[in-house]
């Protein structure tokens, strides 16, 4: 009688221990704000020497090793604001030396954790993503004139260009937890974010093709190789 107790005993207790959902201490989602910093790769077309990104990260355990990742990126970022001068005399009607541009991106993605006796999202771990960009250019009023064209100036009116595009990002880093609660998390991000189309191209000329050209290469630069590092914490 004994025996079939403390038999029953250990099988119950083995069950419990394994009973353990997946994700540390038991909790899958967790929320982690990050900050991506590199110098620019562009300090021509860019006010900033410094890339610095926003970023929100919501992750859910999907197992002992994996989790599913989503996350929303902002970057505010100052465009050089160029002239387009082959054949086209350009007059910029704004002291503006940068203009503005705020860059939206959203990522899907998945990480997967090295340490075999850690639970997600616990440890080292490498993540792929795949992003879509969205860029809202402030294009300011000006006029132009062809080279030697006795006709007079067009003059056209302040408007938004939009620039939107996507590619591959990948991810090496860390999460450490503190008092159960909080995350630390730090690696290092490469991607390859290029440009596909373009909205509100009101106007059509070598101005705004030349401000589309660096706003793409910008945000591609901005976003090729940085550092990562955040703060989060255990939600449930």
């Known amino acids: 009688m004994h025996k079939r107790i403390l038999l029953s005993f ?12 997946p994700g540390y201490m ?33 992750n859910c355990v999907t197992g002992k090793r994996s989790a599913l990742c989503f996350t929303f990126l902002y970057a505010p970022i100052k465009v050089k604001n160029s002239t387009y001068s082959y054949n086209v005399q350009t007059t910029l009607l704004s002291d503006n030396e940068f203009l503005k541009f705020n860059s939206f991106s959203y990522a899907l993605g998945l990480k997967l954790f090295f340490s075999r006796n850690k639970f997600a999202p616990l440890g080292g771990y490498v993540k792929w993503e795949l992003e879509y960009s969205r860029g809202i250019l402030q294009v300011g009023e000006y006029s132009s004139q062809n080279s030697g064209s006795s006709a007079p100036k067009i003059t056209y009116s302040a408007n938004k260009m939009v620039i939107a595009g996507g590619g591959p990002a990948i991810s090496f880093g860390k999460q450490r937890i503190f008092f159960d609660k909080l995350i630390v998390d730090y690696g290092v991000r490469a991607s390859l974010i290029v440009a596909w189309n373009t909205e ?37």
Not at 214 to 219: F, G, H, K, Y
Request: charged share 10%; hydrophobic share 45%.
């Open 10 to 21: 250990f099988v119950f207790s083995t069950l419990f221990v394994s009973a353990q959902p």
């Open 26 to 58: 038991g909790k899958r989602v967790s929320l982690v704000y990050q900050n991506f910093i590199f110098p620019s790769l562009t300090p021509n077309s860019s006010r900033s020497s410094v890339n610095i990104s926003h970023n929100a990260e919501l």
């Open 200 to 236: 509100g191209f009101a106007n059509n000329t070598g101005y705004e093709k030349s401000l589309e050209t660096t706003a793409s290469n910008v945000v591609l630069a901005q976003q090729f190789l940085n550092l990562r590092i955040g703060v989060g914490f255990l939600a449930f």
